[in-house]
């Protein structure tokens, strides 16, 4: 992937108005991909529950049974964070260092494999995918990563392997045979720029991996997600799949930063930022703060005006990440001072829809899905009445 199309943003940290992007396929020259990609957002529309790397408050994350909960709980979509092995192929864990989520750390075979490298510009130490190839990581089992927060889930630790991302669409397809309903993926293309630098490219093999599947077509049930730019620029010229670009509550995307570039991703959810977006990505992905604002207390109140800036450049939003756990609520949420008991997740679910998002990450889809569920009811019956 090239670290290219740094002239857009250029212009944005310049406050010049954005240049549309390259068409990728499928699209008229000039047009941007958000503009007539989805229907205008009524209120009866059903948004949709994203398993945010599995039903990652009940199992492992990235393991096949928290996506395979996930799904038995309701989700429209399982996402997979992707990183490569040694030998390029994609798989299923939120960071290529994977002390934290594998028992790696207890295996001598792999002891000389710990080093220190340099990510997006910060020195992280342990073991990484890429220096592993796919044979010698199936040899480690999954742990859950927040064993402090969610002790339930590590009884499950040392049960299940780290999946390759053929592994998840395989399952995926089997679900859906099984409930009847199309069940989606919302693959995210972790450190791009690294991994170019490297030499391991994630860009090419995900779009080979899609189109192997038949899941290259604009009506698929896939959005690409990246907090960098240039890769889903590049993306957009090479697949028909729907883009998400992540915007994380501060900083800045790591491929502008390298390339010299001060935009920030505060700038990317300013109207002219979002009409750049709208021409590479037809979703843009908010951490949730950015959507509903916290007060001095910790507590949330009015949205601010992201969503319908989003919507008036022709982009859905997703907003993440919905937890239950107190320590990531709303202060106005919590149950109580503990902040690893559960608080009231489905009230906040529930201001993010009357917020006007298209779609929720959560770790707890049984929640936003009962929660979506009973929101859309009333919706709809209004927009009958």
Known sequence: MALATT????????????????AGPGHGSGEQRGHGSHTERGRDTRPLVIAHRGASGYRPEHTLAAYRLAIRQGA?????????TRDGVLVARHENEISGTTDVAERPRFADRRTTKIIDGV??????????TLAELRTLRA??????????????????????LQEVIDLVKRESRRTGRTIGI?????????????GLSL????????????LDRRNAKVV???????????????????????????????????????????????????????????????????????????????????VEDAHDAGLKVVTWTLRAENQFLPANLRSSADPNAHG????????????????????HPDVGVGTRDAWVRPQRAAAVG
């Open 7 to 22: 002239t857009t943003a250029a212009a944005l940290a310049l406050g010049a108005a954005p240049v549309p992007a390259q």
């Open 76 to 84: 429209d979509y399982v996402e997979p964070d992707l990183v490569p």
């Open 123 to 132: 020195a992280v130490t342990g073991w990484f995918t890429e220096d592993f």
């Open 143 to 164: 742990v859950e990563r927040l064993p402090q927060v969610r002790p339930g889930n590590t009884v499950y630790d040392g049960r299940y392997q780290v999946p390759a």
């Open 186 to 198: 919302a693959p995210e293309t972790k450190h791009p720029t690294y991994f170019d630098g490297i």
């Open 203 to 214: 860009e090419e093999p995900l779009v080979r991996t899609l189109r192997r599947n038949g």
């Open 224 to 306: 690409v997600q990246s907090f960098e730019t240039g890769n889903l620029r590049e993306l957009a010229t090479m697949t028909r799949v729907p883009l998400a670009q992540l915007v994380d509550a501060s900083g800045a995307p790591y491929d502008l930063r390298a390339a010299g570039l001060t935009t920030t991703y505060r700038d990317l959810v300013t109207p002219a930022g979002l009409a750049d977006v709208a021409s590479y990505a037809d979703w843009v992905a908010p951490a949730k703060n950015l959507v509903l604002p916290r007060d001095a207390s910790g507590a949330i109140g009015a949205p601010s005006a992201l």
């Open 344 to 363: 009231d997740l489905a009230a906040e679910a529930r201001a993010f829809l009357d917020a006007g998002v298209d779609a929720l990450f959560t770790d």
